[in-house]
């Protein structure tokens, strides 16, 4: 009689500690928050450069008026164009901005959580693996 108590108690043991395990914890947000309360050294502000591109489109502007000479004038510096054509009485003059883009970098700050790693974390599924056989070998042990 004595050996089935023994037996119901241990069983009651692993159905506690088996269910232990799935007992459902705080979303990671409020472990975080709970975390950085207790100790805010573990926030690290640090700063993103973003890239960013701006086009700019390119422009045009024509006219003509009249004069009396015939001549041909090209002019080009950076992104501007300049032609000036004068042919009999008119002349036609056309500028115009070649299109451009105009890359930015901005800065932004951001909290960055400095996590140091453990050098036991890798250890513990093999903790976990050892325990469950120990268990299944005291087991098999008192039941034999």
Do not use: H, W
């Amino acid at each position: 009689m004595q050996l089935k108590e023994l037996k119901g108690v241990i069983f009651s043991l692993a159905v506690i500690f088996l269910s232990s395990c799935c007992v459902s914890q705080k979303t990671a947000e409020r472990r975080i928050a709970r975390y950085v309360e207790c100790n805010p050294g573990l926030l690290n502000k640090d700063t993103v450069i973003v890239k960013d591109t701006v086009f700019l489109d390119a422009v045009s502007v024509d006219t003509t008026f009249s004069a009396n000479t015939t001549d041909t004038i090209i002019i080009e510096k950076d992104k501007v164009r300049i032609v000036y054509i004068k042919k009999d009485t008119t002349i036609y003059l056309k500028g115009e901005i070649i299109r451009d883009t105009i890359p930015i970098e901005i800065p932004v700050e951001v909290e960055k959580i400095v996590v140091k790693e453990n050098p036991y974390d890798k250890f513990i599924p093999l903790l976990y693996i050892l325990l469950f056989i120990g268990i299944l070998v005291a087991l098999r042990k008192l039941f034999k």
